[in-house]
């Protein structure tokens, strides 16, 4: 799993992720600030944080996941 900050730079015209906007029911975001969060390897969550510009976002979640 990525950051939806590196996501959304992959999620462009051309890239390997395009559409995937659209995909999923609409449960998936290309804008920064989601960013998983991982134990022993494995996904067991995330922190998604919004309010901000992206930039700011993307900081508070890293901050989040730090912490976890």
């Known amino acids: 799993m990525i950051s939806t900050k590196d996501l959304a730079l992959h999620s462009q015209s051309g890239g390997q992720f395009f559409g995937i906007h659209v995909s999923n029911h609409g449960r998936v975001m290309v804008f ?37």
């Not at 969550?45 to 900081?59: L, R, W």
């Open 32 to 68: 920064a600030g989601g960013i998983p969060l991982k134990r022993d390897g494995k996904i067991v969550g995330a922190v998604g944080v919004s309010g901000g510009s992206g930039e700011q976002d993307h900081t508070v979640a890293e901050a989040g996941a730090k912490a976890f």
